[in-house]
């Protein structure tokens, strides 16, 4: 079946650090890509997508310069939080797409900033 | 602007009790629209989906109600246990394109 993976599941950094969180699309070929964030309280906010032979598109109030994500294949994701403060705490999802409409999403990394 | 709204921002419900669930839009290219259900500590978990073709979507307990010209859903869960106790989310998308926007959520309480 398909599944996505996320890596850590749990983090805690110190405010002004930075950390990397992995994604891993297994039993299908993604096509796409996004990242959300579900800080405190709050609801799914999407912070960037990626798609195949597109560029990242980040959404606004996200940039490429705090939330830098690589790929290597569509399967494989990861995306860094920079300089990280508090407001930066939350949920962070991956979700990838096949060929359908349907988004699976994993586990989610949660981000304790200190 | 909240694309994607929901209603109410929580619901008490007995059990047996059918619940409830608002959702409205206003981008019209959405035409794709999941309800999540998240657990506390959880990531969220597709529940149903709809898409722009069906006016209807049944699974199990779960139906969704789409009336298309006023961008409205609802999400009825029939026979609520106190298992279905979580916040629901509505989503939007372009089908194949967009990430999806999502609802503020509802949080749905389920009492024995």
């Known amino acids: 079946g398909a599944l996505v993976y996320q890596y850590p599941r749990r983090t805690i950094c110190k405010s002004g650090t930075s950390m990397r969180m992995e994604c891993q699309a297994v039993?299908?070929?993604?096509?796409?890509v996004a990242w959300y964030r579900q800080s405190p309280q709050k609801t799914f906010e999407l912070i960037a997508l990626s798609t195949v032979n597109s560029a990242i598109k980040y959404e606004q109030n996200f940039t490429q310069e705090k939330f830098p994500i690589s790929h290597p294949n569509l399967s494989f994701s990861s995306m860094t939080v920079l300089n990280a403060y508090l407001e930066d705490r939350g949920l962070y999802l991956c979700g990838a797409r096949g060929g359908g409409a349907e988004q699976f999403f994993g586990p989610g990394t949660r981000l304790t900033v200190l | 602007q909240q694309q994607v709204r929901q209603s109410p921002q929580s619901l008490t419900v007995w059990e047996g009790e059918t619940t409830i669930l608002n959702c409205s839009y206003e981008d019209s290219t959405f035409d794709y629209f999941p309800w999540y259900r998240q657990f506390p500590g959880k990531s969220p978990a597709l529940l149903i989906a709809?898409?722009?073709?069906?006016n209807k979507k049944e699974d199990g307990r779960f139906t969704i109600f789409f009336n298309k010209r006023e961008k409205k859903l609802s999400l009825h869960i029939t026979d609520s246990q106190p298992g279905d106790s979580a916040t629901y989310f509505c989503?939007?998308?372009?089908?194949?394109?967009?990430?999806?926007?999502f609802g503020l959520g509802t949080r749905v309480s389920v009492f024995p």
């Open positions: 989503a939007a998308s372009e089908r194949y394109a967009q990430g999806l926007t």
């Open positions: 709809i898409s722009l073709v069906s």
């Open positions: 039993g299908f070929q993604a096509t796409s």
